[in-house]
């Protein structure tokens, strides 16, 4: 619904107006297959109205676009996924490589440069959620295309390939079982998850917990060059090992051994990973379940 205000931002110059259609009132539009949900917000970009929303597959945020800011809305894309679904430049379009949720936010523009802002579930539920940024682009033709979920925010490059980072920073976190949807609170021992230690309130830093057989979390990009060693803070019961990969399905670069432990216990390992820009996929193999902390690269 939309409406027109006046200057005093209180008085109704318009009636409401439906602008965009949901279920079961889409058919035959442009909206069909990602009807308006919830979290609209209208954003304006030269003489064209952009309106962002949550669409009924949840882990969508969407656009439309109408050159008035209460009529003639007509569907334009997706922007972002918040489990990658429709991404094709490094797995199949149609494999959730985060556990999704609904999804809320909006499009920004500061100092000249547009940004998209929406979240990612933590705890295994769809109540607790992660803010995130991804850079992205408006086309000359008005249009925007879908951004991979990275784990370098408003950087607007890649990360520096060297140094010690969170596991919390997690763009992807999945297993063999694969689940387009986090679900509410089903998930707290099922899957991998990222959460923290004491209650809600507490300044704890997050981590990934239930890391059990092939539980991967991805970290997208780094700017790699000379690396020859990795490290990784780990904690729980666990006897198994941690894989490293520079994609969710390449080759094992390295391997680290982990073994039961109740405290944060660093491991580390010898590793070449090819210059330039990387991703990097650590993933769990073995039995128990496995608390990932961070990675070192030097």
């Not at 027109?4 to 008085?11: A, E, K, Y």
């Not at 035959?28 to 949900?37: K, M, R, T």
């Not at 879908?146 to 950087?155: D, P």
């Amino acid at each position: 619904m939309a409406t027109i205000l006046g200057s005093d931002m209180l008085t109704i110059i318009e009636e409401t107006v439906t602008i965009t259609p949901s279920e079961p009132y889409s058919k035959g539009s442009s909206f069909e297959g990602h009807e308006f949900f919830e979290a609209p917000s209208i954003r304006k970009k030269g003489d064209t109205y952009y309106l962002i929303y949550s669409s009924i597959v949840m882990h969508e945020l969407c656009y439309a676009t109408s050159k008035h800011p209460t009529k003639g809305f007509e569907y334009g894309g997706v922007i972002v996924s918040n489990n990658d679904m429709h991404i094709d430049s490094y797995k199949p379009a149609n494999k959730p490589m985060f556990y999704g949720g609904n999804n809320h936010g909006s499009i920004v523009e500061i100092r000249d440069k547009w940004y998209i802002f929406y979240h990612r579930h933590t705890n295994g539920s769809n109540f607790s959620r992660q803010g995130c940024i991804e850079p992205i682009e408006i086309l000359g033709d008005g249009t925007i295309p879908q951004v991979e979920m990275t784990s370098c925010g408003a950087n607007g490059k890649p990360l520096i390939g060297r140094g010690e980072y969170p596991a919390y920073l997690a763009c992807n976190l999945f297993c063999d079982d694969e689940v387009m949807y986090t679900g509410d609170l089903w998930m707290d021992t099922q899957f991998p998850k990222i959460t923290q230690d004491g209650k809600d309130g507490d300044e704890e830093t997050g981590y990934i917990a239930n890391m059990t057989e092939s539980a991967t979390a991805g970290f997208k990009y780094f700017d790699c060059q000379g690396i020859k060693k990795i490290k990784i803070t780990v904690r729980g019961y666990c006897n198994g090992a941690f894989e490293v990969k520079t994609s969710w399905d390449g080759p094992v670069l390295a391997k680290l051994p982990v073994k039961f432990t109740n405290v944060w216990t660093e491991y580390s390992s010898d590793i070449e990973v090819p210059d330039g820009i990387q991703a990097l996929y650590i993933s769990y193999t073995g039995s128990g379940r496995a608390n990932l902390a961070s990675f070192t690269l030097e």
